[in-house]
């Protein structure tokens, strides 16, 4: 997803790759701990301390995760 915007800076001045992995990061202890069918997108935006509504704007749905 980075593509051209790899050198782009999102919220509070983070790199989006960055961002992308902390949300992976979080999504993948969340899966890890709960199971996929568990896990929640909100849960997943907790652990990464950030809003649901910008996990759903980097990657769409839990799917996609």
Known sequence: MAGDRSG???TR????????AQILDAAMAEFGERGYPHASVDAI???AAISKPL??????T???L
């Open 8 to 10: 782009h800076v999102g």
């Open 45 to 47: 935006a907790r652990r």
């Open 55 to 60: 996990v759903h704007a980097y990657f769409g």
């Open 62 to 64: 839990k799917d996609a």
């Open 13 to 20: 001045g983070m790199p989006r790759p960055e961002r992308e």
